[in-house]
């Protein structure tokens, strides 16, 4: 019923695409989303914005991009309920038949459930870190104080 084509890197199962109806995009939206994709290291197709999901899975890959650490310039978010077209187009573009979407430099990682297990095995974070997608760590500053004991006489 299903065919399965695993990415070994991400881990990500993909339907087969016969069970997507195929529409095939206008050269415009597949070049809008060719952009929209390249416009940040991490992007995401999601119901609602970050600031206001409007549903639930939206909600919670919001949630663990943040729990990770995601660096917010090197973030953008695509709100498919504002346009039709890329509602449907990017569940072609990326032949996944939910919402919310992933990429990860350009590369597509999965829904909230991929999202959700990589976070939990930690493959989430070791992606997010090799493509140089987090928050810079600050280096610790010395809190140490230079104090000499006085010299007693």
Known sequence: MFRTTINPILRVSRPATSILPRRFI?????????????????????????????????????????????????????????????????????????????YVNKEFVGGCDIVTSMAKSGELAELLEANDCLVPVEEPQDSSANVKPAQRS
């Open 26 to 102: 206008s050269t415009e939206i597949k070049e809008a989303l060719d952009g929209a994709v390249n416009s940040s290291p991490v992007v995401l197709f999601m119901k609602g914005t970050p600031e206001f999901p409007q549903c639930g899975f939206s909600r919670a890959t919001i949630q663990i991009l943040g729990q990770q650490g995601v660096d917010p310039s090197k973030f953008a978010a695509y709100n498919v309920l504002e346009d039709p077209e890329l509602r449907d187009g990017i569940k072609e573009y990326s032949q996944w038949p939910t919402i919310p979407q992933l």
